[in-house]
């Protein structure tokens, strides 16, 4: 059973930091590549990051500020979030990927999600 189990939301004041972890189970590591999207109310989805062996994507809203890492062993994608602004709440969901862009231009092809984990910036 294919699950990817995200954690580590909350309420933050504004400039603080979170990080957010995704446990994945039931597919192979190797196969896919991880990431991040969110989703804010009455907002389109917004790809935050996502990583593929050594090559990351960050979407320019989340430059400088988000670090996105990845422990094949333990199955593991952790999204480090500093600077947190207001903007950036909403909910934040764990993805596997087809695979990643050439270029550092991001990943596509959801293949599997988990349920989100709400992240609240208070400013």
């Known amino acids: 059973d294919v699950q990817l189990q995200a954690s580590g939301g909350g309420v933050v004041q504004a400039g603080g930091s979170l990080t957010l972890s995704c446990e994945v189970f039931g597919i192979s590591f190797d196969d896919y590549a991880f990431g991040w999207f969110r989703q804010a109310p009455g907002k389109e989805r917004e790809g935050v990051s996502c990583?593929?062996?050594?090559?990351?994507y960050y979407g320019d809203s989340v430059k400088g500020r988000f670090t996105i890492s990845s422990d094949s062993a333990r199955k593991m994608v952790y999204l480090r979030m500093n600077s947190l602004k207001p903007e950036d709440t909403a909910d934040y969901f764990c993805a596997a990927y087809l695979g990643y862009r050439s270029n550092y231009a991001g990943c596509y092809g959801i293949q599997h999600r988990g349920k989100g984990t709400q992240v609240t910036v208070s400013s």
């Open positions: 990583i593929k062996n050594s090559r990351t």
